[in-house]
């Protein structure tokens, strides 16, 4: 028999735009209910960064001293190795306290954390292993959407659905919305290996003889990143895992030790790097946020940060039109537009960001990016460019292009 729930909102994904979403509409008092396919929060590495803007957000929930308490560690500079030579390219102590730095934390944790508190409040609903399939409609409005679960078929329904599912959603598929694909030229190889006995300076970026590693620091290994071109992963397997942790040895000579770690192909994932984002993020009755509304690139690390904004930027928006003027379907549309008016912008201007470092990355992985004495003109883009840049990108990655912070009066005394 078909489950029956109903809701306010019913929000389909439980990663970082789904549970923040809502938890925040939770704590402003909005009966929620989110949808998670998985049955719980941990699985395959997903991105661990969370930015200063969320972190501020964590305080604002109330929540920043027990995220805090997770095992993690916090970056203040976003350094790169180039040819030899180290650059700080990005300098987060340029930016005001309380959080100078980038926290690198599992991503697991965090949301179950902030799943604990949204479970807290008694507007808020979890349902786990509840895979959202597709929108329920009447009269050419979205009223929910059909899911399976463990227990069997679930139908809710819902003055707002919410596609928070992420960059496959398939409740976006279901309502028809189809993104726009900007074609990025690389995918990225993930894979851990345990830090080496000589310590190593934290290093985001190596780049070395055509080929760059991102090695992402974390307590007792290195999450590693290496860049190909894309669809080359089939060549890298052919030829086989020694030669995988040659190259590696040779951009990242440090971790030469450490190599021999990478068992086999099994332990190394792909991310097939996707730029995209939708031209209408939203239809009658029915929303699109984070990777469902736009993939971003992994690069800047400012995936979920960018979900996380939608989140906030939803809640600002949607609970005083709620408060306001209840489930009224205008005002509910009225929202949705006003939440793409407010995001498309600053996603915009993030994703031609990641863009032009990709060009970048690409033409780095053709040629000589930094010769090893620098030239003259490179001499002087590290001299005195580069130390103007960095408390700008700080800002930009930081922050974001419109850092988003939970209005006055949204949120209830917490539970
Ligand atoms: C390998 C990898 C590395 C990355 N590295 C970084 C990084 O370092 N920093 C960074 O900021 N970003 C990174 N990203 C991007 C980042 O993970 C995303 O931008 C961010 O998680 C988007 O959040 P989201 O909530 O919109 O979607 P997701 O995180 O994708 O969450 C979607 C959720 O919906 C669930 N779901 C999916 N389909 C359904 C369904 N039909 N019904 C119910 N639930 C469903 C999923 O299980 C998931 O929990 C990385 C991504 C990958 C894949």
């Known amino acids: 028999m078909t489950q029956q729930l109903e809701t306010t909102v019913c929000i389909a994904g439980g990663g970082p735009a789904g549970i923040v979403a809502g938890l925040i509409l939770a704590r402003a008092g909005v009966d929620v209910v989110v949808l998670e396919k998985h049955a719980d929060f941990l699985r395959d590495f997903r991105g661990d960064t969370v930015h200063p803007s969320t972190l501020n957000l964590l305080d604002q929930l109330g929540v ?8 993690h560690s916090e970056l203040s500079s976003l350094d790169a190795v180039i040819d030899g030579i180290r650059l700080k390219a990005v300098d987060f102590t340029t930016l005001p306290a309380p959080h100078p730095y980038v926290t690198l934390m599992p991503q697991w944790d965090l949301l179950t954390l902030l799943a604990e508190e949204a479970r807290a409040q008694s507007s808020f609903r979890l349902v786990l292993e509840a895979t959202a399939q597709s929108e329920i409609q009447e009269n050419g409005r979205v009223v929910g959407v059909k899911a399976s679960t463990s227990d069997g078929p679930i139908r809710v329904t819902a003055a707002l659905t919410v596609a928070a599912d992420g960059r496959d959603s398939a409740v976006r598929d279901s309502l028809g919305l189809v993104p726009h694909d900007y074609g990025v030229p690389i995918d990225v190889l993930w894979f851990r290996v345990p830090r080496p006995t000589k310590p190593m300076p934290d290093t985001l970026a190596n780049i070395r003889g055509g080929s760059a590693l991102v090695t992402i620091p974390r307590p007792g290994y290195f999450q590693c990143g290496l860049l190909i071109r894309k669809g080359t992963f089939p060549e890298f397997q052919k030829a086989g895992i020694e030669a995988f942790r040659h190259t590696i040895a040779s951009i990242a000579p440090r971790l030469t030790e450490v190599t021999a770690e990478i068992g086999s192909f099994d332990d190394v994932k792909l991310l097939s790097v996707q730029i995209n984002r939708l031209h209408k993020w939203w239809v009658p009755g029915a929303l699109c946020i984070g990777d469902a509304a736009h993939a971003m690139s992994p690069a800047f690390g400012v995936g979920i940060n960018y979900a996380i904004q939608d989140a906030v930027a939803l809640a600002n928006i949607l609970v005083p039109a709620l408060r306001t003027k209840g489930t009224d379907a205008a005002a509910i549309d009225e929202a949705c537009a006003a939440l793409q008016r407010r995001r498309a912008l600053p996603t915009a201007l993030m994703q031609r960001m990641q ?4 060009r970048l990355i690409n033409r780095a992985t053709r040629g000589v990016v930094l010769h090893n004495p620098p030239q003259l003109r ?13 408390p700008i990108l700080a800002r930009i990655v930081g922050y974001g292009f419109r850092p988003e912070r939970i209005a006055r009066g949204i949120l209830r005394p917490r539970a």
């Open 378 to 390: 490179e001499r002087f883009v590290i001299a005195v460019v580069l130390p103007r840049l960095r």
């Open 64 to 71: 920043g001293a027990q995220a805090k308490a997770i095992e």
């Open 355 to 358: 863009r032009v470092a990709h």
